[in-house]
């Protein structure tokens, strides 16, 4: 058997650079979607985010490492905001990875509509104007 060319790699050498190439560039091309789509969240939003589910949105999951998920998708429209971002697991976030919500959970066969009203609650509630102790009470 004669050895491979000197131009050539080995089979199997250039697979994982040609790989890590694409995810580069697909890390590229999404981190350009992300900001032409605007990102209006902040860091306390996200925190309240967290505060008010306290688990993944989609599968409950307690206890595990939790990222930013659009329900509308960035690819789809959607943008980071209050009303769009939910906290969720890594397998739930891979596994929805550009689906639109219902469809995702309908296949998955999640609680969708126990996802849906919680969604809308806890949007409800994190758009609510917070009442604070300084604010004056109206009398009767």
Known sequence: MSPAPAGDAP????QPRRAQTRR???????AKRVAA???????????RILDAWARCAY???????LQKDCVLPISRGGRYT????????????????NEEVTLWMRRRRLDEPAFLVRWYEVTAGL?????????????A
């Open 37 to 47: 789509s605007g990102s209006d969240l902040t860091e306390a939003e996200w925190f």
């Open 24 to 30: 580069a560039r697909a890390s590229r091309r999404r």
């Open 82 to 97: 209050l009303d769009n971002v939910v906290p969720a697991c890594r397998s739930c976030n891979a596994s929805k990875s």
């Open 59 to 65: 599968c409950g999951a307690d206890g595990v490492a």
């Open 11 to 14: 089979s199997g050498r250039a």
């Open 127 to 139: 758009r609510a104007p917070a009442s604070g102790p300084d604010e004056p009470v109206a009398s």
